[in-house]
């Protein structure tokens, strides 16, 4: 589908913006949602991505995707979504980069570690985190902490994957998102805007495909190993059809940029089709429809499910790969412990808070503290802490 100049009546216009919790004057040069994305882009927490992991630890290889390059990509993938549906750029672009800012070192191992080690005290959530690090801990401006960013982006971040409240939930809403939903009403109930919609599509197109490049490079599987499922199999055998001679390297390169490509064209053309049916005719309206009109079809739902399961056993579950996350959920447990014991052991400005805080506030600190450390960062603070000749 060629790219689309018309912006439709759908789509989040930055003129009807509800604005930010705390009134600023507009920018005469930029729309509230590039503000946003630059806010987003000068951050301390997007500067700190290019240390944090994907998959692999940052010593394992200079080539491999971090949360950064990852961060990237899916803005890629999103612009030229919104672009082609004739949504707003700027916003998807926003949401993209912002997506994962919350998000542990050490990946997901991180995660579950600093979210059982929390347990007793209101769990550890990354989408949770990234609304924090949005709302309170990013602390620069002189009049407000937080990045006081436009409604539009903190409610496509909170809830991009859909509704918070009237699905079916295993655990209860993080307290970061109901204490800020009371500040500011973000119709946790309610389906988020297109743009946002994309920037989930375009985070589960990005980081199955690198994971693809990164886990045939790292030799965690081969080529003939992930033709298993149906889809890559197709694209690896119209590239070697096309190119006989082409060295792994290339193939490799040529197969995912295709399979990217072919994930692209299926949400356009379901999503014109879903979009077709609902007719919205306000953003409102996409909020209000139900469902997500943003959207693989069944067909490729079904082959992301299939590809997702192939990366699960023969990636994510390898051995190389159990190691270093066993690794990783041992330090961030660690960290934890001793800093939640042991507050004096933190840096002066963190410290002051957690020795003056109850335990619920001073755990809350410690996960803060933890999470936004980078890998390179979390080893070395578990070896001076630990290590007693360090």
Not at 12 to 35: C, D, I, V, Y
Not at 155 to 164: A, D, F, I, Q
Not at 251 to 280: C, F, G, N, Y
Not at 359 to 372: F, H, N, Q
Request: hydrophobic content about 40%; some cysteine; aromatic content about 8%.
């Amino acid at each position: 589908m060629a790219p689309n100049d018309t912006i439709q009546p759908y789509a989040t216009l930055a003129a009807t913006s509800r604005g930010r919790l705390h009134a600023e004057p507009e920018a005469e040069n930029r729309t509230p949602f590039q503000r946003d994305r630059d806010r987003i882009i000068h951050s301390t927490a997007f500067r700190r991505l290019k240390h944090k992991t994907q998959v692999f630890v940052y010593h394992e290889g200079d080539h491999y995707r971090t949360r950064l390059t990852h961060s990237l990509e899916v803005a890629q993938i999103a612009r030229s979504l919104a672009r082609s549906l004739g949504l707003n750029e700027d916003l998807a672009e926003a949401l993209a980069l912002a997506h994962d800012l919350g998000h542990t070192p050490f990946g997901h191992a991180g995660e579950e570690a600093l979210d059982a080690s929390m347990q007793n005290y209101g769990g550890f959530d990354h989408n949770a985190q990234t609304l924090r690090i949005l709302t309170q801990l990013e602390q620069k401006y002189a009049a407000f902490d937080g990045l006081n960013l436009t409604w539009e982006t903190l409610e496509g971040v909170v809830k991009h994957n859909g509704p918070l409240v009237g699905t079916a939930r295993d655990k209860p809403l993080p307290a970061a998102i109901v204490e800020y939903n009371r500040l500011q009403d973000l119709q946790i109930d309610s389906w988020p805007s297109a743009e946002a919609q994309i920037a989930a599509l375009s985070d589960d197109i990005a980081y199955n495909n690198h994971d693809i490049d990164d886990g045939l490079r790292a030799g965690l599987f081969t080529l003939d190993d992930i033709c298993e499922v149906p889809i890559v199999m197709e694209v690896v055998a119209e590239v070697r059809h096309l190119y006989p001679a082409l060295d792994e390297s290339r193939l490799i390169h040529e197969t995912t940029r295709r399979l990217i490509d072919r994930m692209i064209r299926d949400v356009l053309a379901e999503s014109a089709q879903r979009l077709a049916a609902a007719t919205p005719r306000t953003v409102a309206d996409i909020r209000a429809a139900g469902r997500p009109l943003i959207g693989f079809s069944a067909e490729m739902a079904a082959a992301d499910k299939r590809l997702k399961g192939f990366l699960f056993e023969r990636m994510y579950r390898h051995y190389r790969v159990n190691r270093m996350t066993s690794k990783a959920r041992r330090v961030v447990q660690q960290l934890f412990e001793l800093l939640f014991s042991e507050p004096e052991c933190l840096p002066q400005e963190w410290q002051t808070r957690a020795l003056n805080a109850d335990e619920r506030k001073r755990a809350r600190l410690v996960a803060d503290y933890i999470a936004g450390m980078t890998d390179r960062f979390a080893l070395k603070e578990h070896r001076r802490l630990f290590d007693v000749y360090e």
